[in-house]
């Protein structure tokens, strides 16, 4: 897809395979403040996209949104060939769309294998199918802490337990909002190798971050927002190769 900058609130989103991600004229309300207006993306299946932005930008309530966590309209909201607009937020789950907040809510009185058991969902048809086993190859920390209660672990040991326990469910895609935050250097190489792997794995993610540095270790494409409004959408490469537009968007 050739890069797009488009002014506020035009969609710039493709169309994606059946199987994929399509958000197109989205808008969010927290109570009377509309935060988003009119932000269109897409994620096809295998592919992970970052959703760019300085803070505030409306990465979260994106996500958010999708999830129908919030208050929203859109002119289109489709998940794998499904219209997902009017669903409640466990039904768009159980149709294997994941999602890990920047909280990462995990139970702290709960151990690590209580915690994955309680994200337990069955197989889904040609999803990648995860069992604990599984996802301490992924996660080799977490495989030497089972029986550690959740609250006991550090941030970086915690946001590689809310992904495992996502992933228990079986997606076919997951959210991710900001997992590289608050990590050690060593611990943000180490996450970006373990999306990587569940590309491979077949698995799509959306990626909201604000570390463009990050972005560029995983990500095939951006959509980048401002004002909760989408701004940007193509390659990372031709991210890369338009400074103005990058800085103007993601300058601190």
Known sequence: MAAQQMPSGSPVASEPDADGLRVDGLNAWY???QILHGVSLDVGPGEIIALLGRNGAGKTTTL???????????????????DIGPMPPFAIARR???YVPEDRRIFTDLTVDENL???????RPGAPQWTPERLFELF???????????????GGEQ??????????????MVLLDEP??????????????????????????LVAEQNLNFARLLADRAHVLAGG????SGTMAELDADPAVRDALLAV
């Open 31 to 33: 109570g009377q403040a």
């Open 64 to 82: 958010r949104a999708i999830m129908g966590l919030v208050r929203r309209s859109a002119r289109q909201l489709a998940f794998r060939g499904a």
């Open 96 to 98: 294997g769309l994941g």
């Open 117 to 123: 058991e309680a994200g337990r969902q069955p197989p």
């Open 140 to 154: 080799p920390n977490l495989g030497r802490m089972r029986g550690r209660p959740g609250g006991a672990m550090s």
């Open 159 to 172: 946001q590689m337990l809310a992904i495992a326990r996502t992933l228990m469910g079986n997606p076919y």
């Open 180 to 205: 590289a935050e608050g990590l050690a250097p060593r611990l943000v190489e180490d996450m970006a190798a373990a999306l990587l792997t569940l590309k491979r794995e077949g698995l799509s993610l």
């Open 229 to 232: 409004a989408t701004h940007f």
